[in-house]
């Protein structure tokens, strides 16, 4: 909005020149969403509390810490961090940005399937709400429609094709194939990041450190000089994209401000949805699905801990793991919930680092 409005008067004042660049917005997005959390933070949660007299429903077969540290905690913090992240995109982004507004629609969406799921929890106080099909229907249906958007927003040559990390002009055609990985690439990421928000702080800080590459991609791939240096495919508009990731990452920050351990507001299914799909429709708009994988790596193993103990489990009638997801597993082995959640964080910086040496190595 700010950019529609202020980039047409510099001419007259030309201080507003600096409107234009990408590099400013991202960080009016980060700063403006960051503040909006903070301020509007302590208020929202006082109301979710008064709306939410027993907090999020405890699952009774978890961990039994938790039974004890985090009952009474208010979910559907997800709102927050939905509401800011949505005000600052539409503040700081051309509002005619064809890659804005599919989106937002998947994070809007997602984020309105994980409020509907947290709030049959809290109505019938159990840690049950939507069932699994439902929520995969819904997610389908907005997923589809958001990529059939991007296909139609994609050049020719990437229309139906899959770069692959590492190797420069690469491409992987898939026809009309393309549209069932794109479905799990975005539906895939949304429920990998609700998968492993289960611990304090676990689940926001590696989406902001994959929304930190993903700005960059963004921003080099919607940028035709950056893309033919460092020979990744060139995705004009998408560079819009980075000032979106800089919303993410600011209202992640201020989530985390209240959210840190000893949590005083879990995201619940309303932002672990919505900011999966947000990455994975980032990554399919940009054309680096792949390196999603890899950057999101953490998000994809406590997906496949949970993958392997169920078909272990109806295979052989035993358990892999003590308890999935994998942070699960390792509290059940006695580590203490800061050490799981730090080193988790560190495990996704080194894969972000990984992920970011494709945009050279080639």
């Given at each position: 909005m700010l950019p529609d409005l202020l980039v047409p008067l510099s001419d007259q004042i030309s201080a507003l020149n600096i409107f234009r660049y990408l590099t400013f917005r991202t960080g009016g997005a980060v700063m403006?969403?960051?503040?909006?959390?903070?301020?509007?933070?302590?208020?929202f949660i006082r109301w979710l509390k008064s709306h939410q007299a027993e907090g999020q429903p405890i699952?009774?077969?978890?961990p039994e810490s938790h039974i004890l540290t985090k009952a009474g905690t208010p979910t559907m913090g997800g709102l927050l961090i939905l509401g800011c992240f949505t005000i600052s995109t539409l503040l700081w982004v051309p509002l005619g940005n064809a890659y804005l507004w599919p989106v937002l629609i998947v994070a809007i969406g997602f984020g309105a399937i994980g409020g509907m799921d947290d709030w049959l929890k809290l109505k019938r106080k159990t840690s049950a709400g939507l069932r699994s099909y439902q929520k995969l229907v819904l997610q389908l249906v907005i997923a589809l429609t958001t990529i059939i958007l991007l296909i139609e927003l994609s050049p020719d040559e990437l229309r139906y094709g899959i770069a692959v990390p590492f190797f420069k002009d690469t491409l992987i055609y898939l026809s009309y194939f393309y549209v069932p990985f794109a479905l799990i690439v975005i539906v895939g990421a949304s429920n990998a990041v609700n998968l492993t928000d289960g611990l304090d702080g676990l689940a926001i800080v590696p989406v902001m450190i994959a929304a930190g590459v993903f700005a960059l991609i963004a921003y080099l791939s919607g940028n035709a000089n950056f893309a033919d240096y460092l020979q990744i495919h060139y995705v004009a508009g998408t560079g819009e994209l980075a000032v979106l990731c800089g919303a993410l990452i600011g209202a992640g920050l201020g989530f985390l401000w209240f959210n840190a351990p000893p949590a005083r507001v879990f995201m619940g299914d309303t932002g672990s949805l919505a900011l999966g799909g947000a990455l994975g429709a980032i990554s399919v708009a940009t054309r680096?699905?792949?390196?999603?994988?890899?950057?999101?790596g953490l998000f994809v193993l406590e997906t496949v801990s949970v993958i392997l103990q169920v078909a272990s489990f109806k295979l052989t009638g035993k358990r892999i793991f003590l308890m999935a997801p994998l942070h699960h597993h390792f509290e059940k082995k006695g580590w203490a919930e800061p050490t799981i959640v730090i080193r988790f964080w560190i495990i996704s910086v080194i894969l972000a680092l990984i992920a970011l040496s494709t945009l050279k190595l080639r």
């Open positions: 403006t969403a960051l503040l909006l959390s903070l301020v509007i933070g302590p208020a699952r009774q077969d978890g680096h699905e792949l390196v999603l994988a890899i950057t999101g």
